[in-house]
């Protein structure tokens, strides 16, 4: 898990709102590694989810595995979140500065061997079967205040499947934990 302080967390928010911005002005924003340091440089998965000021999802979307650096995750995902989320209308000039984004940096994805190992509140859950595979962040469980069971089912419901899948042997139930901070 990558130990962003106070700097490292206002950069990307900066970051994603501004790579937002620059497509909302017909520009691309050109982020280059020499204008951050190392922690920023390191590849880490990333989620932007974007929210309205009445606490409503706008859009939120990332990238689960460490492939791209740090400040680039946040930048693509941000854009993506914006622009690319199925669920809801692109982003529109006018309505940016009435979101409140937050960050969702990535740690290391585990498998789960025993629902006894997951922690509501620290844990975020990826659930998969076949084709089939959905993720909710750590912070959605706590945000809804479910407890272990319903924050399995809804994974699961993410994932397209039935709401008890996670019983199954035949489902993958993985575990991550996530530094999460906001505007």
């Given at each position: 898990?990558?130990?962003?302080?106070e700097?490292?967390?206002?950069?990307?928010?900066?970051?994603?709102?501004q790579?937002?911005?620059?497509v909302?002005?017909?520009?691309?924003?050109?982020?280059?590694?020499?204008?951050?340091?190392?922690?920023?440089?390191?590849?880490a998965?990333?989620?932007?989810?974007?929210?309205?000021?009445?606490?409503?999802?706008?859009?939120?979307?990332?990238?689960?595995?460490?492939?791209?650096?740090?400040?680039?995750?946040?930048?693509?995902?941000?854009?993506?979140?914006?622009?690319?989320?199925?669920?809801?209308?692109?982003v529109h000039?006018?309505?940016?500065?009435?979101?409140?984004?937050e960050i969702s940096?990535?740690?290391p994805?585990?498998?789960?061997?025993?629902?006894?190992?997951?922690?509501?509140?620290?844990?975020?859950?990826i659930i998969?079967?076949?084709?089939?595979?959905?993720?909710?962040?750590?912070?959605?469980?706590?945000d809804y205040?479910?407890?272990?069971?319903?924050f399995?089912?809804?994974?699961?419901?993410?994932?397209?499947l039935p709401?008890?899948?996670?019983?199954?042997?035949?489902?993958?139930?993985?575990?991550?934990?996530a530094?999460?901070f906001?505007?």
């Open positions: 898990m990558l130990d962003l302080n700097d490292h967390r206002k950069t990307l928010l900066r970051i994603a709102r790579s937002i911005a620059a909302l002005e017909g520009r691309a924003r050109e982020w280059k590694a020499d204008e951050f340091d190392e922690i920023l440089r390191r590849p998965g990333a989620f932007v989810t974007l929210k309205t000021h009445d606490d409503d999802l706008r859009g939120c979307i990332g990238s689960i595995q460490a492939v791209h650096p740090l400040y680039q995750a946040v930048a693509s995902s941000a854009i993506s979140a914006a622009f690319r989320d199925p669920r809801f209308p692109p000039a006018g309505e940016l500065d009435q979101l409140d984004l940096v990535m740690g994805i585990e498998v789960v061997t025993s629902i006894e190992e997951i922690v509501v509140g620290r844990d975020g859950l998969s079967q076949g084709r089939n595979a959905g993720l909710l962040l750590p912070q959605v469980a706590t205040e479910w407890d272990r069971k319903t399995l089912e809804q994974t699961c419901v993410k994932a397209g709401r008890d899948a996670w019983r199954s042997p035949h489902c993958r139930i993985e575990k991550f934990s530094v999460v906001g505007e």
